[in-house]
């Protein structure tokens, strides 16, 4: 029972560490002159980069002085902010339609994307749910059964909720008789969400509607009255979309009833930074309460006696020493997965009658390899463990004796093998690098699996493959890549390669299918992802190597990556691309900025890129539990280091960079590209240029659609190959030439 703060920043971030330092001092701007009163960047290949005013603002961080230029940039929606995206826009585009391979590229990933494919499956009451796209649907629908075999109809198809697709479902609960339907709607990727009822028998929309909801779905009572959910309150004025969220309180809200009536279940007026992710029971007797601190691998969890209407909240786990994920309950028998005193993970049973530590019973100990995830299914517990990066599948009975493993297709990922303690079956998906998920049903008590739907690509797996190498990072520390590509390349140093990396927040990278990757492979290209310290392959001890002061062992990696492919001769520096998003755009803004002579091609997508204000815009506060804070005056020395807006050099030769961003990303706000970004311009000493893309009318990534997606790869991987000199005259792999 992850929380949903948790887990909706799961792909770059969160919680503070209070060594509160002065403001930081801004010298008095002058007036600001229009951007033609600044002088154009000159640029290579008869580019001219847009003016970006620099203004004398220095911010004393503990005697340290630091320049901050382009702070203007900090706010997207200035008139002189506004002019400056669309000129940085119109270069962009304006260079990207210029490459032959651009168009192709799009025409082969719109054919590949063009497939059907379907969601885990889940059950509520008699009734099937699952999300299914019939291949280039924006967003894909939600449909509902009354049997396996029986016609599906659809239940909610958000592309019907705006023209361009920009709108999408953003979590859902279904009510114990599947007769209910509560499901989030976001606008233009934003992290905010209102929450709409929908009867699942009608297909009609009740007239309930909540609002000001951020990182939480709703959880239904099993009686279907009402159900549970944690919102902020409402943001000032001008401040939605960056303004920090503090203070999330969690509500139940009476079905047919206005907001303004819902009940304030729980609060904390001393703790701005707790959030609250509410869950019923499946016996519908307790509210577990799970407390975060942002992305801190540490959690409380908290619970309220249902069926006392006067019952006050228990705090049941209350010493921030561990996670702590619900897995089942059995009246006060709960379950839960946790790493204390066990880094990689163990299962252990607390009786709420006594629920003293010393009264914990161990149920499966801690193994070699890190458990990711624990579900019971038939009195069964179904553990998805990782080992080294790719899932394996075990299942143990209630008293922690092995019974056997599912049989896996190779080295890939399973999701899913969600449900309830009577269920006799339950769905996963098994995908991996080269091969596109399929979903399967499971017989829990058989041991049998059987393939519910398989995708049809129009390409053929088996002329790819995927291996796993290891190498030694600057500390001796061994490091695995996943490296995936066509069968029979020759390894001589020509081969055009993308290495991708995240590295933080204990999030694993583990084998997943990507029509983009696919089509980069077609080109001859290897596809390159290394597991590294700060995520969560290998359970706490690797996370927690790869955090706050500890935060370069991430950038050693990912440049020993680098180094190990070119030293094998996978690759060469001008055929070698790194991307990453979020904070993977750190990593990717990080390692370009330390060793600039080391790639070819930097793809930092949304990145955190100002290490010395990324806590002060929505919820960047929290992600100090990864990275630290400048406030603090060692991290702010770690932090200013590494920071890639200030560790670029005026008169460095970089390598080719297409930064890439949404206007209006509420996650981690667009000024750090932006930022980040004039900075590489007007510093850029070589003939490689520096763009920006700036996605509009979408946000971090979330919901993006579908044609929104296709037209950004295609422009990356346009990018990236030509200059590599790659695809210049050639065809696309599976098309013909225009």
Known sequence: ??????????????????????????????????????????APRGLSYPAARKDDVVDDYHGTKVADPYRWLENPDSPESRQWIEAENQLTFGYLEKIPLRSRLKQRMTELWDYERFSVPWKEGSRYFFFRNDGLQNQSVLY?????????????????????????????????????????????????KELRVRDVRTGKDLPDIIKWVKFSDASWT??????????????????ALSGSNYYQKLYFHQLGTPQSQDTLVYERKDQKEWGFGGHVTDDGRYLLINVSRGTEQKNLVFYKDLKDPKAKVVELLRDWDADYDYIANDGTLFWFKTDLDAPRGRV????????????????????????????????????????????????????????????????????????????????????????????????VKSGQSTVFKAPQVKFDPSQYETEQVFFQSKDGTRVPIFLS?????????????????????????????????????????????????????????????????????????????????????????????????????????AAVTQRPDLFGVALPGVGVLDMLRFHKFTIGWAWTSDYGSAENPE????????????????????????????????????????????????????????????????????????????????????????QMGVGRTQSVAGTQSP
């Open 144 to 192: 509902t059964a009354d049997s396996l075999s029986a016609e599906p109809r659809v239940l909610l198809d958000p592309n019907t909720l705006s023209a361009d697709g920009t709108v999408a479902l953003s979590g859902q609960d279904i009510t114990d008789d599947g007769n209910l339907l509560a499901y989030g709607v976001a606008t233009a990727g934003s992290d905010w």
């Open 485 to 589: 590509h066509k069968k029979g390349l020759k390894w001589d140093g020509t081969t055009p390669t993308l290495l991708y990396g995240y590295g933080g927040f204990n999030v694993p990278l583990t084998p997943g299918f990507s029509v983009a990757n696919l089509v980069w492979m077609e080109q001859g290209g290897l596809y390159a992802v290394v597991n590294l310290r700060g995520g969560g392959e290998y359970g706490r001890e690797w996370h927690e190597a790869g955090t706050k002061l500890r935060k370069q062992n991430v950038f050693d990696d990912f440049i020993g990556a680098a180094e190990y492919l070119i030293a094998q001769k996978y690759t060469s520096t001008p055929r070698l691309a790194i991307s990453g998003r979020s904070n993977g755009g750190l990593l990717v803004g």
């Open 635 to 722: 991290e702010f020395k770690a932090l200013h280091a590494y920071s890639p807006l200030h560790q670029v050099k005026p008169g460095t030769q970089y390598p080719a960079m297409l930064v890439h961003t949404a206007d209006h990303d509420d996650r981690v706000v667009p000024g750090h590209s932006f930022k980040f970004t004039a900075a590489a311009q007007a510093a850029q000493a070589g003939e490689a240029p520096v763009l920006i893309r700036i996605e509009t009318k979408a946000g971090h990534g979330a919901g993006k659609p579908t044609s929104k997606i296709i037209e950004e790869y295609s422009d990356l991987w346009a990018f990236s190959l030509d």
């Open 222 to 239: 099993r009686d279907g009255k009402g159900f549970f959910y944690s919102r902020y309150d409402e943001p000032k004025a001008g401040e």
């Open 348 to 443: 252990v049973a607390i009786d709420l009658r006594k629920p003293e530590r010393k009264e914990w019973k161990e149920i499966i100990p801690q193994g070699e390899e890190t458990i990711a995830s624990v579900d019971m299914v038939n009195e069964l517990f179904l553990l998805n463990v990782m080992k080294d990066a790719h899932s394996v599948v075990r299942r143990v009975s209630r008293d922690g004796k092995p019974q056997g493993e599912l049989a896996l297709p190779g080295l890939g990922s399973v999701s899913g093998l969600n449900g309830k303690r009577q269920d006799t079956e339950t769905f996963y998906s098994y995908s991996s690098y080269t091969s596109p998920p399929t979903v399967y049903r499971y017989d």
């Open 1 to 42: 029972m992850r929380t949903p703060l948790v887990s909706a920043v799961a792909c770059a971030f969160w919680l503070t560490h209070c060594s509160h330092a002065p403001e930081p001092r801004e010298a008095p701007a002058p007036s600001a002159p229009s951007p033609s009163a600044a002088t154009p960047v000159s």
